[in-house]
């Protein structure tokens, strides 16, 4: 793993690119001059929050719909807060772990600018 300019393990930095989603990964992306691992893991948090962000505005809808509406809207909840304690604990142990669609523009926003 490659050396992180922050002052923190690669590891740590990588894990609160996630904490605070797209505020956190934003700092991170900015900051980072050197680890190619932060940086991937910070765009990372960014794009996927701001999906997330969209995706919730959307399923808004499904609030109207009785019961299976409220049910999607509580799944889809879920699956995002699992999503991100899964990612924060892949960036901890070390693993450039790529989400779906999201992992693969991340590697292209991580090698920009160093």
Do not use: C
């Not at 932060?38 to 990372?44: E, K, L, N, P």
């Not at 960014?46 to 719909?65: D, G, Q, R, Y």
């Not at 991340?106 to 160093?114: F, M, P, Q, S, T």
């Amino acid at each position: 793993m490659d050396e992180s300019s922050t002052g923190l393990k690669p590891n740590v930095a990588g894990l609160l690119s996630y904490l605070f989603g797209l505020v956190s990964g934003l700092i991170f992306y900015l900051i980072e001059t050197k680890s190619q691992f932060v940086r991937f893991h910070a765009a990372q948090s960014i794009i996927v929050t701001l999906a997330f962000i969209v995706i919730s505005m959307v399923t808004w809808i499904l609030l109207f719909i009785p019961f299976l509406g409220w049910l999607m809207y509580i799944l889809i909840g879920l699956a995002g807060f699992v999503l991100w304690i899964l990612l924060m604990v892949k960036a901890y142990q070390g693993e450039r772990y790529k989400s779906p669609i999201a992992g693969d523009l991340a590697e292209k926003w991580a090698v920009r600018k160093i």
